[in-house]
């Protein structure tokens, strides 16, 4: 089955700590994201890549890192500038960033103390 | 720019009554319109969409939803839910001038017997 494998579904770090979410894709998709969602304010931005080799930062990229030298994987960085990391992270792809629907994993909650 | 409100975090309603979760949109040109499903400690699933056409669209799982240009509206309905579409539910629009899908903050369905 075609999909998209976020790991692990629970994450915890210690302050202080880069840690790296990862996101794999089987789908061919040629456009990924990543969503960062807490509790009242829905689902925003962080990053997103249209192409390999190629991302731009969305609403809130402030404090995360990702890379895109493969079409199907898409890992995202939490460093330790992000100020309040503690949420649930969101991966999607889709065929193209156009009105195509976005294809979400499962998540990964990640909590930092 | 664009934006999503969904007035009511929470809706409660009674197993096989009918509901309505409200959503609105404001943007300056054409949009595609966009209802996800979360159920809980997942990732969301597309419901439905509208990108042109008939103005009532027919979902998965016996939503559907109408696009109402002159309201800027895209409100979700069931006929009669079940216990089973516990969720929460999220209306996104996206610009056809530019690339990004916006959520809304959800709404959390609540069915009880």
């Known amino acids: 089955d075609g999909g998209i494998t976020q790991s692990p579904k629970y994450l915890f770090r210690k302050e202080g700590q880069n840690v790296t979410l990862s996101c794999e894709q089987n789908?061919?998709?040629?456009?990924m994201y990543w969503y960062r969602q807490d509790p009242g304010q829905g689902l925003r931005l962080i990053y997103y890549?249209?192409?390999?080799?190629?991302?731009q930062k969305g609403d809130i990229a402030e404090g995360y890192s990702v890379s895109r030298e493969k079409k199907e994987s898409f890992p995202l960085t939490v460093t330790s500038a992000q100020k309040n990391p503690t949420a649930f992270y969101l991966c999607?792809?889709?065929?193209?960033?156009?009105?195509?629907?976005?294809?979400f994993g499962n998540g990964t909650r990640l909590t930092v103390t | 720019a664009q934006s999503v409100t969904q007035l009511d975090s929470q809706v409660p309603v009674f197993e096989e009554a009918p509901v309505e979760l409200r959503c609105n949109y404001s943007?300056?040109?054409?949009?595609?319109l966009f209802w996800y499903v979360q159920y809980p400690n997942q990732g969301l699933q597309l419901l439905l969409k509208?990108?042109?056409?008939?103005?009532l669209v027919k979902g998965i799982n016996g939503f559907e939803a109408e696009f109402n240009k002159s309201q800027t509206s895209f409100h979700l309905r069931k006929p009669s839910v079940h216990i089973s579409d516990t969720a929460e539910y999220f209306c996104?629009?996206?610009?056809?001038?530019?690339?990004?899908?916006?959520f809304g903050t959800g709404t959390r369905l609540l069915v009880s017997p």
């Open positions: 509208y990108l042109s056409g008939s103005t």
């Open positions: 789908l061919n998709h040629d456009a």
């Open positions: 996104a629009v996206l610009n056809t001038g530019f690339q990004k899908l916006v």
């Open positions: 999607a792809s889709s065929m193209g960033i156009n009105n195509s629907p976005l294809h």
């Open positions: 890549s249209q192409i390999v080799n190629d991302f």
């Open positions: 943007s300056s040109v054409s949009v595609y």
